[in-house]
C-alpha cells in the first residue's frame, strides 16, 4: 500500500531523511517513533505529495507520488502536526468545504458529513463556529476532514500532540475504529505509549534514518539482550539505588520514591547476583521481576548511541 | 466556466468574507462618504450661483474629485485585500492541507484573486448611482465614464495580482503587505518622478533642440507617461498632466494591454511558485525540486 525506496530529503547540507526503504500493507496501521526532527513529518510531507525528494523513490496504492499527485491525494487523508482551522465556518460547512475540494457530488454530502461527524462524535457540534470548539474536537474534526474523500490510506502526523489525557483517549478510540474499518494508517506520535496497542508495525527512526523496523514484538527490548526490570524494596531505597547504580549490567536507572525500574543487560545469574547482593545488604525487597517494557524502552534502548 | 466560479474555495470565502458584519458597516460607510463629499461638493459650488443651480458642464470638477478619490481607495485597499490570501492561509496553517486536496494552484490562485477583489469591485459597482448625479447635469459622457469603469477594473485587477503574488512570494502577511505598498506606489509615484526625471534631463541636455513639446511628443517618453496610472486616468478625465500632445496609441488601451498583460505574469508566477512540488521551467532538463 505504501512503499519507499531510497527515499532521501536533504536541506541545503542538512540530510533530513536518509535512505528510508519502508513497505506498509493494506489494512497495517504503521507507527512511526522518532525525537523531533528525526524525519518523520518530512517523510509525512513527501508521502502526501507536499514536498519533493532528493532522490529515491515513495509510491501509494502503486500511483507515484511525484507523477502522480493527483491519484495519491485521491487515495490519502493527511492530518499535519498542526493545522489551523477556517474559523468562521460552522463545522458542517467546514467539511462540506474540503467534501467538495474533493469532487463529492453535492448530493452525497449532507449524509456523509452527518456519518462523518458521528465517527468523530461531534454530531451535536454540527452547527457550532470552528471557532468555538475545543483543542480536541478541533482536532476530531480534523480527522473528519482527512476522510471525506474516503481515503484508503491515512497519514496521521501526531494526532494527539497537545490533547489533554480524555481527548487523548477518545482520539485512540476512533483511531481503532478506524483500524477496524480496513484503513492503512500511518502515524507518528511523541506520546510512545499510545501507539503501542494500536501498531501492527512500528519504525524508529532518528538523525533521518530507519534504525528498526518490524512488528512491535520483533523490535522488543528482549531481542536485543535487553530486560526492563522493577525492583520495590520497603525501606534502605538509598541503599538499594547505590547498589544498582553501581552494578555493571543496570542501565537507565529510574527512581520513583520506593519503586525502581532499570533494563537488564545481563543473564538470570547476573539477576540472581544482584538480588543476593541487596538482600545481603539489608534491603527489604518486596518485589524484583520483569515489568512490562513499553515502547518508550523500545525507543530508548533502541537508540542507544545513536546520536553519538 | 460556471463550474469553476462555483469552486468550494470561492463559495467558501465569499461566505466566510461577507458572512461578517463587518463587510455591511464599510460598504455603508463608504457610500455615506461618497455620498456625503459629492453632495457637500455639489452645495458648496452652487452657494454663489445667481439662481442657485448647478451650471450644466460645471459639474465636471464633481466627476474630477469623485474618480481621484475612487482611485486613492483602490491603491489603498487592492493590495491590502489580497497581500493575505495565500500567507494567511500559510499562517493559520492551512494551506498544506488546501494543497492536499484536488484543488489545483491555479484554481486556488485564481479563487483567491476573485475573492480578494470581489469586495472593492462591490464598492465601485455601489458607487456608480452616485456617478448619476453627474450626469443629471451633463458634461460627462456615458462612454468616459466606461473608460473610467474599466480603467478601475485594470488597476484593481493589476494592484490585486501585485499583492497576491507577494502573498505567494512571502511567508508573512506584514511582509507581503507593505512589499505589495511599496511595489504600488512605484507604480503610481515612482514611474511619473521617473518619467518627470527623465523628460527634464533630455531638455536640459539637448538644450535648445529639444523642446517641452518635442520631448513628450518621443515615443518613449509617451509610452513610459502611459504606465503612470495617474497620468493615464487624468487622460481619460480630459484634463492631462502633461502638456497637450498627440499620443500615438490611444493611452487608456495602451495602458489596459500593459498592464493586463503585467497581472497575467504575476498571477502565474504565483501558479508556479504556490506549487508544492515545482517542476522545472526548463521541462526536460534537471530534476524536480521542491
Redo the contacts between chains.
Sequence with gaps: MIRTEGLTKRYGKLEALTDLNLSIEQGEVFGFIGPNGAGKSTTM?IL?????PTSGKASICGYDV?TE??AV??V?G?M?D?????D??KAT?YL???A????IPASRRRSLIADLLELVNLSNKADAYVDSLSRGMKQRLGLA?CLVHSPDVLILDEPASGLDPRARIEMREILKELRRMGKTILISSHILPELAELCDKIGVIEKGRLIACGAVDEVSVGTRGISVMQLKALEKQEVAEKLLAEFPYVKRLDNKNSHFRFHFTGTEADKAQLLQMLIEAGVPVVHFGESRENLEDVFLAITEGVGS | MVEFFT???I??EM??RF??KRTVWILALYLFVMGTILLGFIYITQLNEPYNILMPGENYRVFLLMAVIQFGMICFIAPALSAGAISGERE???L????????SPVKIIVSKLLTSLAFIFLLIVASLPLYSFVFLYGGVSPAQLFILVLFFAITILFFGSLGLFCSTWTKRTGVSTIISYGLAFFFVAGTGVILFFLVSLLQEVNRPEYTVDYVWNMPAVQLLAGLNPVITMFDILGRPIEPAFEFFITPWLYYAIVYTVLSAVLIACSCYMLQ???RPLRLGLGR???
Design positions: 510531507l502526501s505529495t507536499l514536498l519533493a511525484v499527485p493527483k491525494r485521491q490519502v493527511y499535519p498542526f493545522f489551523g482551522v477556517y468562521n465556518l460547512e462540506e468545504f474540503y467538495s475540494a474533493y469532487h476532514r | 469552486n468550494p474555495l463559495v467558501k461566505r466566510e458572512r461578517s493559520r496553517q492551512t498544506n492541507i488546501l494543497l492536499a486536496t484536488q484543488l508544492p512540488v515545482r524536480r525540486r521542491s
